[in-house]
């Protein structure tokens, strides 16, 4: 079955970096626009990067321009989040959303990947 896995999530110390990567299984994503979302404790599931369909522009939120990098691997069929400078704040889970462009295609969102920015 189709579907997209993110994988990199942990503990991390404030300051430090981390590099979460979305896997899709059962279709590429070449065709696809993917999105990096997080829901923090309390607060709503929001987006923090969407690349485009190509992969080569990336939108980052207010709260982690400058600190987080979307990208998109199309030979390895992932999409990564580099994370650096993290902050306690950015402690939420991390979702990828894959969003076909033929409108016909399936949407699909990962499980979520645990990122826990503590001392």
């Known amino acids: 079955q189709a579907q997209v896995v993110e994988s990199g999530g942990g503990l991390v110390q404030p300051g430090g970096s981390l590099r979460l990567s979305c896997a899709a299984s059962g279709f590429t994503l070449t065709r696809y626009l993917v999105s990096w979302w997080r829901q923090r404790p309390g607060k709503e599931r929001e987006m923090v990067a969407r690349?485009?369909?190509?992969?080569?522009?990336?939108i980052h939120a207010d709260s982690v321009q400058g600190r987080f990098t979307a990208s998109k691997d199309d030979a390895k069929n992932i999409v990564n989040l580099q994370m650096n400078n993290l902050k306690p704040e950015d402690t939420a889970v991390y979702y990828c959303?894959?969003?076909?462009?033929?409108?016909?295609?399936?949407?699909?969102w990962g499980q979520g990947t645990q990122v826990t920015v503590s001392s």
């Open positions: 690349l485009s369909v190509s992969g080569d522009v990336a």
């Open positions: 959303y894959a969003e076909s462009s033929d409108g016909y295609s399936g949407n699909y």
